[in-house]
């Protein structure tokens, strides 16, 4: 069994920082621990508006703070983001994360992040040798 709590993983390597500092994400499970997926506590920050477009994965979104939206690049669907507000992006779709006030996010990814990963220019992560 694997237990893990938020002020042991906070200013570790598993507290990555984006680098334009639109987010900050900790990383509870990574592909180490080989549960098949990785699990985050992500903090977006208020004002910020980050494009995204993960390629090479699929990930869960559940909201527990703060407000936002995501705004969808192909056919410019909006969806409100309030606590309570789950979102999967099962279709790789490509999209803005945008946080009117700082959101509180709890992220899974299939697969799995090995823990430093970055958003590159074109809104993904890079994909991980099986
Ligand atoms: C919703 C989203 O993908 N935000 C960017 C950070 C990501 N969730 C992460 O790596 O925790």
Known sequence: MIVRKLEEIIATEQDVLAPNGN???????????GMGFSLHDTLIFAGTRTLIHYKHHVEAVYCI???GQ???VD???VIPLNPGTMY??????NHY????TELRIICV???????????RDDGSYAELER
């Open 97 to 100: 994360l945008v946080a009117e």
């Open 70 to 72: 995501v705004e969808l």
């Open 88 to 93: 999967a992006l099962n279709e790789h779709e």
């Open 23 to 33: 987010w900050c994400s900790r990383r509870f499970l990574t592909k180490k621990d």
């Open 65 to 67: 703070a703060g407000k």
């Open 75 to 77: 056919g410019g669907r």
């Open 109 to 119: 990814f299939n697969p799995p992040l090995s823990g430093g990963e970055v958003h």
